[in-house]
């Protein structure tokens, strides 16, 4: 089993739908929850971050994260053409002796316009 | 405030070369972690450094292997090139994560190696 599964998707939707995303997690090691945005060609931009169980919210973005099930979740409302990318779930911790910061393989999202 | 900067944005080498890739941090971050992306695999981590010291190496052969100066800037250098190691390799910085709080990750452009 690996450590995070993120389905790769691809996922496309109408401009203004609610879009979800989603992640398991197996290493009870992780404590922090990030996602992160790629656009085509560019490295990762950080979108939102957590550590603890529950929602939190930015803008049209919501996260949320549920430790007990291990698995953790980025809302995206009235969904934008700009909202197009891939969305890479992370999550980090100090685990075996080291820190960790490991990535799922991203979800590849298309907003029509 | 500069972000993360790698160089060169992108190298074409043979097979069997050497390529050596180039990092700069965020201004006050110590750490530095290196992943590579290849089509399909998602980010795969590479080397984990901070304060001049390797603290972490995922799974990759010893040709995979780098280093960190003392101005925290970072070279990771790819020996026997194989065609396989054809991929955007990316550079983040961090401050370092200490046990008890988060810290964030800040990731530069990449360096999209590509090996004929």
């Known amino acids: 089993q690996k450590e995070v599964e993120q389905d790769p998707g691809p996922l496309s939707v109408p401009e203004g739908a609610i879009v979800s995303l989603n992640c398991t997690y197996s290493?009870?090691?992780?404590?922090?929850f990030m996602w992160y945005r790629q656009y085509s060609r560019k490295g990762p931009e950080l979108l939102m971050y957590?550590?603890s169980s529950g929602n939190k919210e930015d803008g049209r973005f919501t996260a949320q994260v549920d430790k007990s099930s291990k698995y953790i979740s980025l809302f995206i409302r009235d969904s934008q053409p700009s909202d197009s990318a891939t969305y890479l779930c992370?999550?980090?911790?100090w685990g075996a002796g080291s820190y960790q910061l490991t990535f799922g393989k991203g979800t590849k999202l298309s907003v029509i316009p | 405030e500069a972000g993360v900067t790698q160089s060169p944005t992108h190298l074409i080498k043979t097979r069997g070369q050497q390529a050596t890739l180039r990092c700069s941090p965020i201004?006050?971050?110590?750490?530095v972690y290196w992943y590579q992306q290849a089509l399909g695999l998602g980010l795969q981590f590479l080397l984990w450094?901070?304060?001049?010291?390797?603290?972490n190496r995922g799974n990759f052969p010893p040709r995979f292997s780098g280093r960190q100066f003392p101005n925290y800037s970072s070279e990771l250098n790819v020996n026997a090139l194989e065609l396989e190691d054809s991929a955007l390799y990316l550079c983040?910085?961090?401050?370092?994560?200490?046990?008890?709080?988060?810290?964030?990750?800040?990731f530069g452009q990449g360096t999209r190696l590509t090996v004929v």
């Open positions: 201004s006050g971050h110590t750490s």
């Open positions: 983040a910085s961090s401050l370092f994560p200490a046990r008890t709080a988060n810290t964030e990750a800040f």
């Open positions: 290493n009870s090691a992780f404590q922090y």
């Open positions: 992370a999550m980090s911790g």
């Open positions: 450094y901070d304060e001049g010291e390797e603290r």
């Open positions: 957590t550590y």
